[in-house]
């Protein structure tokens, strides 16, 4: 074993000087860029979804390599996304939540932006990139990240607002939101001003620069609400998403801990007079299958937008990654939105494309990822000096996740590569005030982590003491364990079998010792 890992470290080893001869050579290095959808589960033809409309990601699939369990690590939108673009899981940042700066509440780390313009690159953010507010320092880490300000559209304000038409016309805060662009503010929707800004600021680097660019470019779909032109939602006749899963039940042996009463959904105005039962539901099945449909037709919009931004790249010269920045329950399990540790809340599209090792059918790698895993291999899918792995957190530039590099150059992998992820609740059981989906740093009081590994996901919910980031291991609140060979949808929650009991000790031992003291 160590043996093939020496042979595989010096075939590697020798790969990256060659790269590096070769790149020396080249007169300039490729672009890169970075596309975050919001709230993205792999509802797309090219991992193998029929319902859906996506034939601009699935032609740009086609040139890729396409990793078919690749992993979040907390399903929600600022922990996974500053995880993502400093490369560190949400226990080195301590941000579970919206309200902290990395920079100012845990270490300045460097950034995989930063380290590109460190780089000698150009760097720039389109959209929702960081998530805006205090977690980004209300600049989206501009300067450190980004050579000039972020741009946000200006019809982001909007996201919250009443904006839907009823059948009256009267404007609502709906969750199911097709619209005619003209009754919009501006006219617009944000996803198209940060399109229209990315295609712009391509164009502009074309002619006349010496430096490379990163660009980040960020769509705000198909985050809810489902705000999209109204011509997208006829691609998908309603009857196809009555029967969407099976499995439509709250799972007999889920920990009260494990279950997220997707209050976000039951706030908007289409929602909020359907009494809806707290907080197990169910959503009645007309309004589940108008979710999916509304969700799967969010998506068919976002693809269509991320067609026209594709067009106007010079894909010969650069490395695209797509992504989601993690997943969202339709219905599976009697579950909605995203806030848990199950497979549909975690599991994300993660795409590569990169001109320097060029497929012509999707290259599908089925081995466990990380987004954690996007930093390292950017940087050597650019050529720039490999990230190292960090050893502690006084180390300010280096990256928790491994590099997909050698994947993608087709040596495969020696270890068994597993996915951590964790969510905070405040207590065992769902609340609606304060909503139990969103728990406040200093409110955390129990910490679900969850390892997927090639067969099983495992997750333990533990104590957790917010105000020194400990946990106790032996202070459990929940345990899950389920089998993906039998159970893909983790309905059947096996820890109470005692046939599994090697297994769990092994897969507790595991996460542990991934999660660390
Ligand atoms: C953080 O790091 C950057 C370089 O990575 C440096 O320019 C900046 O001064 C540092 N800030 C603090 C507060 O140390
Ligand atoms: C964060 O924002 C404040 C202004 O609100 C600014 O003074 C500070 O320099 C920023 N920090 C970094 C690291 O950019
Ligand atoms: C969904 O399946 C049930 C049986 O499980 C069937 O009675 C019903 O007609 C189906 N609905 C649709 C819209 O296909
Ligand atoms: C919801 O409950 C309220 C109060 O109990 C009732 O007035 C209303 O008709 C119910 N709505 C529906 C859609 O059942
Ligand atoms: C963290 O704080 C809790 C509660 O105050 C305490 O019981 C625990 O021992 C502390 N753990 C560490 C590692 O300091």
Request: hydrophobic content about 35%.
């Amino acid at each position: 074993m160590t043996c093939i890992r020496l042979v595989l470290r010096l075939l590697l080893l020798s790969f990256f000087s060659l790269l590096e001869a070769v790149s020396q050579d080249r007169i300039r290095r490729s672009n890169v860029v970075l596309v975050i959808f919001d709230d993205l589960r792999p509802v797309l033809g090219a991992y193998g979804d029929s319902l859906a409309s996506t034939p601009n990601l699935d032609a740009f699939a086609q040139g890729s390599h396409v990793f078919t369990r690749a992993y979040s690590q907390q399903a929600l939108c600022a922990p996974s996304r500053n995880s993502l673009l400093t490369g560190r899981r949400p226990d080195t940042l301590h941000l579970y939540d919206f309200y902290s700066y990395w920079r100012t509440f845990s270490g300045n780390f460097t950034t995989l932006p930063q380290y590109f313009k460190e780089h000698g690159y150009y760097t720039y953010s389109c959209g929702k990139v960081f998530h805006p507010g205090l977690s980004s320092n209300n600049t989206d880490d501009y300067p450190l990240s980004w050579s000039a300000p972020a741009f946000r559209p200006r019809t982001e304000q909007f996201m919250n607002s009443p904006v839907c038409p009823d059948r009256e016309g009267i404007l609502r805060k709906n969750l199911i939101c097709p619209v005619e662009l003209q009754t919009q503010p501006f006219k617009t929707l944000p996803d198209i001003e940060s399109v229209a800004e990315a295609m712009r600021f391509v164009e502009s680097r074309k002619h006349n620069h010496a430096e490379p660019f990163f660009m980040a470019m960020g769509f705000h779909k198909p985050h809810i609400n489902f705000r999209f032109p109204k011509q997208f939602l006829s691609r998908f006749p309603l009857q196809k998403f009555y029967n969407y899963t099976e499995d439509r039940l709250k799972p007999p042996n889920m920990p009260a801990v494990a279950w997220n009463p997707y209050t976000d959904v039951r706030a908007r105005d289409d929602f909020k007079h359907s009494n809806i039962s707290f907080p197990y539901g169910p959503i009645s099945q007309h309004q589940a299958a108008q979710i999916r449909q509304g969700y799967y037709a969010s998506v068919a919009y976002v693809d269509d937008l991320f067609g026209k931004l594709m067009s106007g790249l010079d894909l010969d010269n650069t490395v695209v990654v797509v992504l989601g920045d993690h997943g969202w329950s339709l219905g599976e399990h009697a579950e909605w939105a995203k806030y848990s540790n199950f497979e549909v809340a975690l599991r994300v599209p993660l795409i590569i494309r990169s001109p320097q090792f060029p497929v012509t059918k999707p290259k599908y790698h089925h081995d466990v990822s990380e987004l954690l895993d996007v930093f390292p291999t950017l940087v050597d899918l650019a050529g720039l000096p490999p990230l190292s792995t960090c050893r502690s957190n006084q180390d300010l530039t280096c990256g928790e996740g491994k590099s997909l590099y050698p994947q993608i150059m087709g040596l495969g992998t020696a270890d068994e590569h597993v996915a951590l992820s964790q969510y905070p609740r405040r207590g065992m059981l769902p609340t609606k005030h304060p909503n139990s989906d969103k728990p406040k740093l200093r409110n955390i009081k129990i910490m679900g982590y969850s390892l997927r590994t090639d067969l099983y996901r495992y997750t333990l919910w533990v104590r957790f003491h917010a105000q020194n980031f400990s946990r106790d291991w032996h202070d459990v609140y929940g345990e899950e364990l389920y089998d993906h060979r039998l159970d893909s949808g983790e309905e059947f929650n096996l820890v109470p079998l005692p046939e599994f009991d090697d297994v769990r000790q092994r897969l507790r031992r595991r996460l542990m010792e991934v999660v660390g003291s």
